[in-house]
């Protein structure tokens, strides 16, 4: 097999001078770029160096290689997106595991090697890939965004002695020079550390007890985005870096207050974009690359606290795992993967250019009609077609799944009477008047229920966010108490609704579900009009809320093997933590229990066929728990 090496040669600035100053990688590059980069030798061989200057020079030499093999590859079609990002990870993770075993030996020979105080194990330095490096899909010219961690603190016992955290310090800025140093021979990837504990401000190691103690008391909401894809590359104790980071990216429950943070952050990147014409960013700009990472990582941080199968690091891999647990639609998710990996190849091409960590397509329509070239297209027209059409997908999806308070579909009506009646709960002609000629048969009975909850300890004592949720939600409930009152009419639907409300109003996160999903809101006032009995087992289990949101999964006809395979997935993830597994059991009864109720509520079972169901059910759940239990008592398998 051979590879044709003219057209990323003559596309890249950059090869011209590496082969000006490198003849022989042209020859080279002939034999090796007819296969991905092979690695089998290259640590051994890296690890063989006998000085820390001659190692930073291979590795120099050695990034130019993996750039020009995989730029060869890219531009001729034979690597696919996975392959390029996967190589450039890969030569990051070689790099930073020899330089850190390079760099330490000096310091254990100067100062001593750190040891657990506890049992006198050595400790090693751990190296977190932040980003894209943690997710395995770096850049082609990309910083890598880490932070170093260590387990214990104490003291070394060598000739001079050093704390625990000097030490580390000491080896982090020599594993910094050797890989970010510009030489003769040039770098191997721009390191930066802002992303560690207090930023540039804090230490540039920190303890696992410091790093936990910053994440719980100063952690801000774009760094559980930060931490979602990090990922141990260097040392041991992984795990347990990864228990200590889990609880401060993931909730225990439903975190639909996560949309906002993430809107936050988002806001902030556009205004600062806007300064700078972010529209030819295909990274930072409308309908760019950050909007898809954005997209998957909301859905995973809201509900990776349930899912643990959400918890997946890089963006294609958490497209498909939300797209297979019908978090994102099919279609949706086909046009997210295409649109991604059409905007990371552009990427690429910018920075194959001439080596340049850029996401701006070039405003020179030569230089423009180049990158078209480099991707297969007749003409540069064509091009910007595809790119806009991108775009444009992307940016429909981002508005719908974390549009700036929109949710997902039209805000229940509500005329603004109602919201000044809720404001000032008088019972004035007009306000007694409004409210009787909307459906309200007892209108002052819900003047004084509203005065009474804005006299309430609970509602003044609530956090000034979640106050204004409630306040948001309050004339919604109003109006829609009227426009579905059921079989109980419009004063018994508001009581229920508002007895929800006020049960769920200390936890933010539902009050965000609500807000974020306004089609929810008409399904929950039928159904609080329909039955006093669904509207008291929704209000002692609110996590439901979550089932009311797809309509279609919640009428589905009910699937017993479905039941059992879902429920030992889900017990599979945490086979050994039986707080978890009662958590799962006891969820799992309530929903599908729910789904039944709301199913029967609509007419779609028959005494009969709802007495199965609940059978099944119960039946499922009991061999579940049999056989957990079985695993935790005997210590075996289960049978």
């Known amino acids: ?16 001078r590496a082969i000006t100053a490198d003849p022989a990688l042209v020859g080279w590059l002939e034999h090796a770029a007819t296969a991905p980069w092979q690695w089998q030798d290259t640590e051994r061989d890296l690890a063989a160096i006998p000085s820390t200057d001659a190692l930073a020079a291979a590795l120099r030499h050695l990034r130019r290689r993996v750039f020009m093999h995989t730029m060869v590859r890219d531009i001729a079609g034979t690597a696919s997106l996975p392959e390029v990002g996967a190589t450039m990870t890969q030569l990051a993770e070689l790099a930073l595991r020899v330089a850190t075993a390079a760099h330490a030996a000096p310091l254990v020979a100067a100062h001593g090697e750190p040891r657990n105080p506890a049992d006198g194990t050595p400790l090693s330095l751990i190296t977190a890939g932040m980003g894209k490096l943690g997710g395995g899909e770096l850049n082609v010219s990309s910083d890598i965004d880490l932070v170093f961690v260590y387990p214990e603190e104490g003291e070394t016992e060598g000739p001079r002695p050093l704390s625990h955290r000097e030490w580390f310090e000491r080896l982090g800025r020599r594993v910094i020079a050797a890989l970010n140093d510009v030489t003769a021979d040039g770098y191997v990837f721009r390191v930066d550390m802002r992303l560690r504990p207090y930023g540039d401000s804090g230490p540039l190691a920190t303890s696992f007890a410091g790093l936990e103690t910053y994440l719980v008391t100063q952690g801000r909401a774009w760094e559980r985005y930060a ?13 347990e870096l990864d228990a200590l980071v889990a609880p401060f990216v993931y909730r225990k429950y439903l975190d639909y207050d996560a949309y906002e943070g993430l809107r936050d952050i988002h806001r902030q990147i556009r205004e600062q974009g806007a300064r700078r014409d972010s529209s030819a960013n295909i990274k930072l700009g409308e309908g760019g690359i950050r909007e898809i990472e954005f997209i998957a990582q909301a859905i995973q941080i809201v509900r990776g606290g349930r899912e643990p199968s959400l918890r997946v690091r890089g963006t294609l891999a958490a497209l498909d795992v939300l797209a297979a647990r ?25 920075q194959y ?20 070239a480099s991707m297969q297209f007749a ?12 775009r444009a ?3 429909v999806t981002f508005a719908e799944t974390l549009g700036d308070g929109g949710g997902r579909g039209a805000k229940p009506a ?13 019972p004035s002609p007009a306000a007694i008047a409004h409210l009787k000629s909307t459906g309200y048969d007892n209108p002052e009975a819900i003047v004084t229920t509203l005065g009474r909850v804005r006299a309430s300890g609970r509602y003044l004592q609530l956090p000034a ?17 009227t426009a579905h009152p059921g079989r109980a009419g419009a004063n018994v639907v508001f009581e229920r609704l508002l007895y929800l409300l006020e049960s769920i109003a200390r936890r933010s996160a539902y009050l965000a579900l609500v807000i974020e999903h306004p089609p929810l809101l008409p399904r929950l006032a039928n159904l609080m009009g329909t039955s006093a009995w669904a509207a008291e087992y929704l209000t002692r289990h609110p996590l439901l809320l979550d089932e009311l949101l797809d309509a279609r999964m919640l009428m589905a006809e009910p699937d017993w093997d479905g039941w059992r395979d879902e429920l030992r997935r889900l017990l599979a993830q945490r086979p050994e933590d039986a707080e978890y597994q009662m958590d799962v059991l006891r969820h799992f009864q309530h929903a599908q229990t729910f789904r039944l109720l709301t199913q029967d509520l609509g007419g779609q079972l028959s005494v009969e066929r709802l007495a199965d169901h609940l059978s099944a059910l119960a039946d499922i759940v009991l061999a579940a728990t049999l056989d957990a239990c079985w695993v935790h008592l005997a210590g075996a398998d289960a049978p």
């Open 379 to 390: 003409s540069l027209q064509d091009f910007d077609a595809a790119l806009a059409a991108h």
């Open 393 to 395: 997908v992307v940016a």
């Open 1 to 16: 097999m051979t590879i044709d090496l003219r057209p990323a040669l003559a596309f890249s600035q950059y090869a011209s």
């Open 326 to 350: 019908g978090h994102l639609p099919g279609n949706a998710t086909m046009a997210l993967r295409d649109a991604y990996i059409f905007l990371r190849q552009v990427e690429h091409r910018l």
């Open 353 to 372: 250019r001439d080596d340049q960590q850029t996401h701006r397509l070039p405003t020179d329509v030569n230089e423009r009609a180049v990158i078209a």
């Open 465 to 481: 966010n979640s106050r204004q949720r409630f306040d948001t939600l309050m004339p919604q409930l109003l109006a829609l108490a």
């Open 414 to 426: 509500s005329d603004g009477s109602f919201a000044a009646i809720w404001e000032d709960p008088q």
């Open 227 to 239: 931490w979602l894809k990090a990922r141990a590359l260097t040392g041991d104790r992984h795990d």
